[in-house]
């Protein structure tokens, strides 16, 4: 599927500064329909636009093959699909999801004394999108606001894998495959598979060295009102430190934490 600049390219064939006007005329062109209550002809959004027929022909193509728009058979006419609105609410839900979780995230650091973190799902990998740093203690981890890590061997990548059926696993791994890290890290879908079953089992992961040599981490999921993992909140500390039974000791406060973080974001399960 084509992205980006990609898109502009299909539907212009030019890069650069032209690329950067072509930008405004692809937006112009999709709030344009956005803002019609019907279907439009290609004409009128040409009309409206004052925009050559051709090249608004050429930006509605590239929109429809890759599912922003759809041209109805009978009519001609163009419509945007709910594939835009599924823009707005990701980039909505991970805004919101960082300013309700981080005071949140801040009593579970000050619980462990450890790095916490919170990361959502981009394009099939971990994205972090906030951490709070212990105000005691410091661990140099590969955790970094904006960095991107492995699913499937990261304590939240495996909790986001939760919504991932048998068939899109299979695509996943297939796509981004199973990257030996370290001696623990998961090597085949069977090993996954499993992992997942224990994670649903217990309602959080764990990162026990299967990423990092040295760091150990539990992870909580966050869900939609429909129980969906939309993200997931994480605690790394140095194995030395975040022993099992440390862990074990702190995670039912940690829980109750997570717990009313849920209960904010409108999750009631």
Known sequence: ????????????????????????????IIECLADKSEPVR????SKELKMNSSTVLRFLTALVDNGYAKQEPETAR??????????????????????VARPYMTELSMLFGEVVCLAVEQDREVIYIDIVQSSTKMLRSMQRIGHIAP?????IGKLLLLNYTDEQLDHVIADKGLTKFTESTITTKEQLVEELQSIRWNGYAYDDEKCEIGARCIAFPLYDVEGKVIAGVSVTGP???????????????????????????????
């Open 78 to 99: 163009y419509s945007l699909t709910y594939k835009i609105c599924t823009l707005g609410s990701k980039v909505s839900s991970h805004i919101g999801i960082k300013d």
């Open 239 to 269: 194995t030395a430190r975040m022993s099992i039974k440390q862990i074990q000791l702190k995670l039912q406060p940690a829980l109750q934490i997570i717990g009313r973080l849920r209960k904010e974001l409108g999750y009631t399960g």
């Open 151 to 155: 699913l499937h061997c990261t304590a």
């Open 42 to 45: 290609l004409m009128d959004i």
């Open 1 to 28: 599927m084509l992205k980006g600049s990609a898109i502009l390219e299909k539907a212009t064939g030019k890069d650069g500064t032209q690329s950067n006007h072509s930008a405004g005329k692809l937006l112009m």
